[in-house]
């Protein structure tokens, strides 16, 4: 059973930035591609950004290609999402996901389908 927990989400000015960790627990988080979605109120969750197991590769959702970058530390089974240049428009909950079973990352890092596991989500709110 694998476990993620978020952290590091927060009240921050708009133009400000945060820095996002998800610690997972319980599986080989090595092996597994990660991703961070978020939801704001009223929409559907949507893909952010995602990288590779060995981070080799990373995908971003258009919006915040050049202000978000996606990291991870796998001898501390820890995946990171830097966040600057917020907007009000990043408000929303983030929540990082594990693919424990191996699925095509052409297919399927940006889909939500592509996640077995997720964390509880980590507040961010951007204000002007």
């Known amino acids: 059973q694998v476990q993620l927990v978020e952290s590091g989400g927060g009240l921050v000015q708009a133009g400000g930035s945060l820095r996002l960790s998800c610690a997972a627990s319980?599986?080989?988080?090595?092996?597994?591609?990660m991703g961070w979605f978020r939801q704001a109120p009223g929409k559907e969750r949507e893909f952010v950004a995602a990288?590779?197991?060995?981070?080799?590769?990373?995908r971003y959702v258009d919006s915040v290609k050049g202000r978000f970058t996606i990291s991870r530390d796998n001898a501390k089974n820890t995946v990171y999402l830097q966040m600057s240049s917020l907007k009000a428009e990043d408000t929303a909950v983030y929540y990082c996901?594990?693919?424990?079973?191996?699925?095509?990352?052409?297919?399927?890092?940006?889909?939500?389908?592509?996640?077995?596991?997720w964390g509880q989500g980590t507040q961010v709110t951007v204000f002007s």
């Open positions: 990288i590779s197991w060995g981070g080799g590769s990373t």
């Open positions: 319980g599986g080989t988080f090595s092996s597994y591609d």
């Open positions: 996901a594990a693919d424990t079973r191996g699925r095509s990352w052409i297919v399927y890092a940006e889909r939500k389908t592509g996640y077995d596991y």
